[in-house]
Nanobody, 118 residues
């Protein structure tokens, strides 16, 4: 099992910045990707950013150039630096760890609210 705990959400004005952090615990062997997803009211959960083992990253088009995903393997944490925030970034943000074998399992945090508003 993997337990994930997000922190760092809050209220910020448009143009501002926030940094989300996700602390992982439990059995992390076999995890091959870590990422962030978000879900806005009335919308489906969507990928924001993902980092694979080895450091390859992928971002949603809507956040490219504004968000940066990073990890600290020694501390078992993954972070999302969000700059130049816009109202459309308002959502609940979820940390995700993926283990492809043996059961192709996804692990999720409880979510942290990010609200961008003036």
């Amino acid at each position: 099992q993997v337990q994930l705990a997000e922190s760092g959400g809050g209220l910020v004005q448009p143009g501002g910045s926030l940094r989300l952090s996700c602390a992982a615990s439990g059995t992390l062997f076999g995890i091959n990707a870590m990422g962030w997803y978000r879900q806005a009211p009335g919308k489906q959960r969507e990928l924001v950013a993902v980092m694979a083992n080895g450091g390859t990253t992928n971002y949603a088009d809507s956040v490219k150039g504004r968000f940066t995903i990073s990890s600290d393997n020694a501390k078992n944490t993954v972070a999302l630096q969000m700059n130049s925030l816009i109202v459309e970034d308002t959502a609940v943000y979820y940390c995700n760890f993926h283990r492809p074998w043996p059961f192709n399992r996804d692990y999720w945090g409880q979510g942290t609210q990010v609200t961008v508003s003036s």
